[in-house]
């Protein structure tokens, strides 16, 4: 809840212009122009597809700051779920509430819906197994707690999409 209602005075400001520029690109790609040929940036399809999908919806600057205040709530909510699950519910709550109020902040564009927020998402979505399931693959006594195997986990999750050639 805090996630949210720290994004939400943000939800009618304008966009910046990595933002403009991904709307633009996406825009364009969904009246037929080709990626990475046509239109020219050095950005993962996954982000441009995101900003896509938000416009098919709706094209509107508020349309993408809401897809910035509902992912920031997610890793919120992820993040509560992991610290709940390694350590305590008073851990959870405190992750939680210190990415809903740091994870907001202007100073860093946390409001926005860029490439770091959207990469957070899967990559935290990723740790929550290896916060519950002992690993498999190592040894018990390999040093490896659940941090670095959530860590390991996550490149896999956050990999860029190579572009078409």
Not at 67 to 96: D, E
Request: charged residues 10%.
């Amino acid at each position: 809840m805090v996630a949210g209602l720290a994004r939400a005075p943000f939800l009618t400001a304008g966009l910046s212009p990595d933002e403009g520029g991904y709307a633009y690109i996406a825009r364009e790609w969904s009246h037929g122009a080709v990626l990475y040929r046509d239109l020219w940036i050095d950005r993962p399809q996954g982000l441009l597809g995101v900003y896509r999908g938000i416009l098919a919806i709706a094209d509107h600057a508020w349309a993408i700051r809401l897809g910035a205040l509902l992912t920031g709530v997610a890793v919120a909510l992820l993040l509560g779920a992991i610290g709940w699950m390694l350590r305590s519910p008073a851990t959870g709550v405190a992750a939680a509430f210190v990415y809903a109020v740091v994870g907001a902040g202007p100073h860093i564009e946390g409001f926005t819906l860029n490439g770091e927020l959207l990469a957070g998402l899967p990559s935290t979505a990723s740790a929550c197994p290896s916060t519950t399931q002992p690993s498999r693959l190592l040894p018990s006594n390999s040093g490896w707690n659940s941090p670095a195997r959530a860590s390991a986990t996550s490149t896999t999750a956050t990999s860029a999409a190579t572009p078409p050639r």
